[in-house]
C-alpha cells in the first residue's frame, strides 16, 4: 500500500480544509451576528440563556452534521457507481436514483401509497431502486456490446420521466408550488435533529458496507475475468454495492431531496489525487463530498442573503459545467 | 477553359498544392493521376471551389473561380464527391432531380423542362426502371449510375468526377467510362481522377500526372507515359506497351 | 397518398381543437358553445376569452417547437438533436425569467426580444462547442443535455431567492398554456406566418444538403450559409414558442420524429407535418392538462415530458449508430 508522505499530506489537508468549512459554515450568514467565541462557547461552556449558542444548538449544529453526511454519502455513492459500471459519468442524480427516490417520496407524501403505510426512508430506497434497474436494463448496461452513453442518455430520460410524475403528482395534490421546487432542489433550509436522526443509522450501514467492498473494486478494476480467478465472488461485490448505493443515496434523499452532481464531480477530483486505489479513493471522496456539500450550503445561504437558495441549485451551478467538460473530454467514451 | 494561375491550396498550415499553373483543354476527357496523397483530389476540389485557395486562383472561362454567385457556377461546373453519401429514402428519381438544384426556384418547384432533362439522363445511364426504388436500396454499379445521372441533370459545361470507379466491378468501371466518353461527345469537359493507369491512358484525351503537389507531366498518353515517369512518379518498375484493343500505351508491372 | 396522410391529419387537428372547447371546469353544451362563439353571451369569458385563445396558442406554439426541431435535425442530421435538449429553450427561459424578476413589469416585446438573446446565446454556445471539438451526435446531445440543465438551475435559482415575483415567473415558466389569453395569440402566429416561408425555402436544400456538403457545394448550396438560416430560424421559433408558453419539453424531439415515419424524409412534406404534429400533441397536451382534474391545472410541459421521456427511450433502444 503507497501510504506514502504525499498521501498523508493530502489526507491533513483534506482535514483542514473540512475543520475551516465546519467552522466557517457554522458562523457564516446568520440573521444573528455569530463569531468564533459562541462556538467555543458552545463546545466548553454551554449557557441555555444565549440566544447565539440556542441558534447554534437547535439549527447550525445539526444542519452541520447533515451536510457532513450528505456529502460523504453522495460522494461514495458516485465513487460506487463509476467503480461498478466503469463510466466517468456516472453518479446517483444521472442514473436517476435522487429523481426516483424523490418521486416516490412524493406520491407517498401525497396519499399515494404504492408500498402501504411505510416510512418515507422505505420508499425512497424502494423509488432509487426502482429508477436505479430500470436505467441500468435500458442502458443496456448487461448488453453484450454495452455502449456507456447509451446508459446516461437513458438516465436522463428516466429523470425527465420521473420528474414529470413527481412534478404532476404534488401539482394535482396541491398547488404549493414554491415547496416543491425548493425541495425537489435539495435544500438543507430546515434541518433539525429529528432529521440526523433519521440520516444517521442508515448511512453508517451503507459506509461500513462500502468499506467492506473497497477491496474487492480495485480487483474488479482489473477485469471480471482476473477477479474472479482471484477469487473474487463478483456478483457478490456487485449486489454490496448496489445494496449501499441504494442505502447511501435513498437516506440522503428522504432527508434533504435530490442534490445533484456532488457524487459525479467529487469522485473525478479524488482520482486525480489518489489515483484509483478505492481504499483512498472512498475516503478521500468522503472527505471532499462534505467539504463540497459544507461549502455549497454555506454559500447557499450567502449567495441571496437573507433567502436561502436550495443547494442542489448550487452543486448544479457548478456541475453541469464539470459535466460538459468531462463529456468532451473523457477518453472512455 | 478551366485553369489555375499560381494556385496553392493548404489545411492549416500543410501545403497541399504549391503554386501550380495549369490549363485544361475544352471538350476533351482530363485525368489526373498519381500515387496516394499527391493531391490530386485536392486539386479537383479546388477546381470546384469546394477547397479555398490560399494564394493564387482557378480561372473558368478566364474568370476567375471566386466571382461567380453559388447558383451561376453550379451551372456551368459540377463536382461528384468520392465518398457518397446516400440519403435514407430518397427514391433515384429524386436524386436525379437534386442535380437541377442549381436551376429551379426558390420552393424547389421543377419545371417541365427540368423534368425532362431528368428524364433523359435517367435514360442515357439507364437507370429510369430504377425510378421510383430508394438511391440506398440499389447495388453499388446501378447506385453510381444514379450518382452520374444526378450530375448529367445538373448539365454543366465541366464536369469532375472524383475516382468515381472506386467501388465498382470491372464491367461497370468500362461501363461508367463509356459514360463518360458519351459525355465528352456532348461537348463536355470531363475531369476525372483515377487509379487505374491503364484506363486513363485507354479512355482519356489529356493525363495530368502529380507528385507529391506538383504536376509532373502533362499530355496526350502517348507522349507522356512512358516507363521513366511511372519509374520516377510512382516507383513502379514497369513496361509499357501497345494497348491491344485501342493501340494506347498500357504498363505491365513486374 | 402521403398528401392525404396531411390531410387526415389535419382533420383530426380539427377535431380535437373543436373537442377541446368541451373541456374544462365548467361544462357547457355543443349549442351553448356554438351561441357563444357566434354572438357571446353568457359564457363569452369561459369560451371565447380563455378556451378559444389557448386552443390557438396551442396550435401556434406546437407547431412552432415542431418545426424547430425539424429545421435543427434537418441541419444537424443528429436524430437527439432538439431546441429542448440543445439549450436553446432553457436559454430563452433563463433570459425572460431574469427580465421577469427584475423587471416584473415588462412589456410583451421586450420579453420577446429578451427570450430571443437567451436563445441564441445558448445556441452560439452550444455550436461554438461543436465547432471546436466535433462531438458525435450522441455526445453533442449529452452536452446539449448539459449546458441545458445549467440554465435551468439558473431558472430555479432566481426564482427561488425572489420569491415576491415568483408568481409571475412560475406562471410562465412551467410550461403551460395557463393564464395565456388573446395578447399572446397575434405574437406566435405572427412570428410562424414569418417564418413559414423561409421553412420552405429551406426545405428542398435541406434535402440536398443530405447528399454531403460536397455534393451540396457543387449544386450550388453552400452549406454553412444554409445551415446559418436554418439554425437561426429554428431558435426564433423555439425562443418565441418560450416566450409564450415557457419551456414544453419533448415536441421539438418528438414531433420531427413522427413525421419522419409517416412521411419519409422529404422535407417538403416533413416540414408542413412537423408543424401539424406538433400542434396535435400540445392540444392533447393542454386539454388533458386542464381535464384530468378540474379545477386544477397541470403543466402541459409536465405532460409532454410524460409522453415524451419514453419515447426517447424507445429511441435510445433503436438507434443503431453508436
Not at chain 1, 445539526?62 to 459500471?85: C, E, F, H, K, S
Not at chain 3, 421577469?100 to 445558448?122: C, D, E, K, N
Not at chain 3, 405574437?187 to 414569418?194: D, G, P, Q, Y
Amino acid at each position: 500500500m503507497p501510504f506514502s508522505t504525499r498521501y498523508i499530506l493530502l489526507f491533513a489537508s483534506a482535514l483542514i480544509l473540512l475543520l475551516f468549512s465546519f467552522a466557517y459554515s457554522l458562523i457564516a450568514w446568520s440573521s444573528f451576528p455569530l463569531n468564533l467565541s459562541h462556538i467555543s462557547a458552545y463546545f466548553f461552556n454551554f449557557d441555555h440563556q444565549s440566544i447565539e449558542q440556542q441558534i447554534l444548538a437547535t439549527t447550525r449544529i445539526p444542519r452541520l452534521l447533515v451536510a457532513i453526511l450528505i456529502g460523504t454519502n453522495l460522494a461514495v455513492a458516485g465513487v460506487l457507481m463509476q467503480g461498478l459500471t466503469r463510466n466517468p459519468l456516472a453518479s446517483p442524480s444521472i442514473l436517476g436514483i435522487n429523481a426516483g427516490a424523490a418521486c416516490f417520496m412524493a406520491l407517498a407524501s401525497i396519499g399515494i401509497n404504492v408500498l402501504g403505510e411505510v416510512s418515507s426512508l422505505v420508499s425512497a430506497s424502494v423509488g432509487g431502486l426502482v429508477s436505479g434497474a430500470l436505467v441500468i436494463f435500458l442502458g443496456g448496461f448487461f448488453s453484450a456490446r454495452s455502449n456507456p452513453l447509451k446508459l446516461i442518455l437513458a438516465g436522463i430520460a428516466i429523470n425527465a420521466l420521473l420528474i414529470g410524475i413527481t412534478r404532476a403528482a404534488i401539482i394535482l395534490a396541491d398547488d404549493r408550488a414554491y415547496s416543491v421546487i425548493t425541495w425537489l432542489s435539495g435544500s438543507l433550509a430546515s434541518m433539525d435533529w429529528q432529521q440526523w436522526q433519521l440520516l444517521w443509522p442508515t448511512s453508517l450501514v451503507g459506509l461500513v458496507i462500502s468499506a467492506y467492498v473497497a477491496k474487492n473494486l480495485n480487483l474488479l478494476a482489473l477485469g471480471n475475468e482476473v477477479a474472479t480467478s482471484l477469487g473474487i465472488n463478483i456478483a457478490f461485490t456487485r449486489f454490496l454495492s448496489c445494496i449501499a448505493i441504494i442505502l447511501l443515496t435513498a437516506s440522503s434523499v428522504a432527508v434533504v431531496g435530490p442534490i445533484g452532481f456532488v457524487g459525479l464531480i467529487v469522485p473525478h477530483i479524488a482520482r486525480r489525487l489518489v489515483s484509483n486505489n478505492y481504499l483512498l479513493l472512498l475516503p478521500i471522496s468522503a472527505l471532499l463530498g462534505s467539504c463540497l456539500i459544507v461549502w455549497a450550503d454555506a454559500l447557499s445561504r450567502g449567495i441571496a442573503f437573507p433567502a436561502e437558495t436550495p443547494v442542489g441549485v448550487i452543486t448544479a451551478l457548478i456541475g453541469a459545467p464539470f459535466f460538459v467538460f468531462l463529456s468532451i473530454r473523457s477518453k472512455a467514451l | 477553359m478551366i485553369s489555375t494561375d499560381n494556385l496553392t491550396v493548404s489545411y492549416g498550415d500543410k501545403t497541399i498544392i504549391n503554386d501550380l499553373s495549369l490549363a485544361l483543354p475544352k471538350g476533351k476527357i482530363t485525368a489526373l493521376i498519381g500515387p496516394n496523397g499527391c493531391g490530386k483530389s485536392t486539386l479537383l476540389k479546388a477546381l470546384a471551389r469546394i477547397n479555398k485557395a490560399s494564394a493564387g486562383q482557378v480561372l473558368l472561362n478566364d474568370q476567375p473561380l471566386q466571382t461567380f454567385a453559388d447558383k451561376q457556377l453550379a451551372q456551368q461546373l459540377s463536382l461528384l464527391p468520392q465518398i457518397l453519401t446516400t440519403p435514407e429514402g430518397v427514391t433515384v428519381q429524386r436524386l436525379v432531380e437534386y442535380g437541377r438544384s442549381p436551376y429551379i426556384s426558390h420552393w424547389g418547384k421543377l419545371s417541365g423542362q427540368d423534368k425532362q432533362i431528368v428524364e433523359q439522363a435517367m435514360q442515357e445511364t439507364q437507370v429510369s426502371e430504377f425510378a421510383t426504388q430508394t438511391a440506398s436500396s440499389l447495388s453499388g454499379g446501378q447506385r453510381q449510375r444514379a450518382w452520374i445521372a444526378m450530375v448529367l441533370a445538373q448539365d454543366t459545361e465541366v464536369v469532375m468526377l472524383d475516382e468515381p470507379t472506386t467501388y465498382l466491378d470491372l464491367s461497370h468501371q468500362i461501363e461508367l467510362m463509356k459514360l463518360m466518353q458519351a459525355m465528352k461527345a456532348k461537348g463536355k469537359t470531363v475531369i476525372v481522377v483515377l487509379h487505374d493507369l491503364n484506363q486513363a491512358c485507354r479512355y482519356c484525351d489529356h493525363l495530368v500526372v502529380m507528385k507529391q503537389g506538383e504536376v509532373v507531366a502533362e499530355g496526350e498518353p502517348k507522349a507522356v507515359f512512358t516507363e521513366q515517369l511511372l519509374q520516377d512518379v510512382f516507383s513502379l518498375a514497369a513496361k509499357v506497351v501497345p494497348d491491344p484493343i485501342a493501340n494506347t500505351p498500357m504498363c505491365v508491372a513486374y | 397518398m402521403k398528401h392525404l396522410t396531411l390531410s387526415v391529419l389535419l382533420l383530426i387537428l380539427l377535431l380535437i381543437g373543436i373537442a377541446s372547447l368541451f373541456v374544462g371546469a365548467s361544462t357547457l353544451s355543443a349549442q351553448q358553445i356554438i351561441d357563444t362563439l357566434l354572438h357571446s353571451g353568457e359564457y363569452d369569458f369561459i369560451v371565447n376569452q380563455y378556451r378559444l385563445p389557448r386552443l390557438l396558442l396551442a396550435i401556434g406554439v406546437g407547431a412552432g417547437l415542431g418545426l424547430s426541431g425539424s429545421l435543427i435535425q434537418g441541419v444537424i442530421r443528429n436524430p437527439l438533436a432538439s431546441p429542448d435538449l440543445m439549450g436553446i429553450s432553457a436559454g430563452a427561459g433563463l433570459a425572460a425569467t431574469s427580465l421577469l424578476v427584475f423587471y416584473a413589469a415588462a412589456p410583451v416585446y421586450l420579453l420577446l426580444l429578451t427570450a430571443l438573446s437567451g436563445g441564441l446565446i445558448a445556441a452560439a454556445i452550444i455550436l461554438l462547442i461543436a465547432y471546436k471539438t466535433k462531438p458525435t451526435p450522441i455526445r453533442l446531445a449529452l452536452i446539449g443535455i448539459a449546458i441545458s440543465t445549467f440554465l435551468s438551475s439558473g431558472i430555479d435559482f432566481l426564482i427561488i431567492v425572489n420569491p415576491v415575483e415568483m408568481n409571475t415567473a412560475m406562471v410562465w415558466l412551467t410550461g403551460s398554456l395557463w393564464g395565456r389569453n388573446w395578447t399572446q395569440v397575434p405574437i406566435i402566429w405572427a412570428t410562424l406566418a414569418v417564418v413559414l416561408p423561409f421553412a420552405f425555402w429551406l426545405a428542398w436544400r435541406l434535402d440536398v444538403m443530405g447528399l454531403g456538403e460536397d455534393c451540396a457545394t457543387s449544386l450550388g448550396i453552400r452549406p454553412s450559409k444554409l445551415q446559418l438560416i436554418a439554425l437561426l430560424t429554428a431558435v426564433i421559433l423555439a425562443s418565441i414558442s418560450v416566450a409564450v408558453a415557457g419551456t414544453i419539453a419533448f415536441i421539438g424531439l418528438l414531433a420531427p420524429h413522427l413525421a419522419r415515419m409517416l412521411f419519409g424524409h422529404d422535407h417538403k412534406l416533413l416540414i408542413p407535418a412537423s408543424a401539424l404534429l406538433g400542434a396535435l400533441m400540445l392540444i392533447i397536451a393542454d386539454t388533458l392538462a386542464r381535464g384530468l382534474q378540474p379545477p386544477l391545472e397541470l403543466p402541459a410541459g409536465v405532460l409532454t415530458s410524460l409522453i415524451g421521456a419514453p419515447y426517447f427511450i424507445f429511441l435510445l433502444q433503436r438507434y443503431k449508430a453508436w
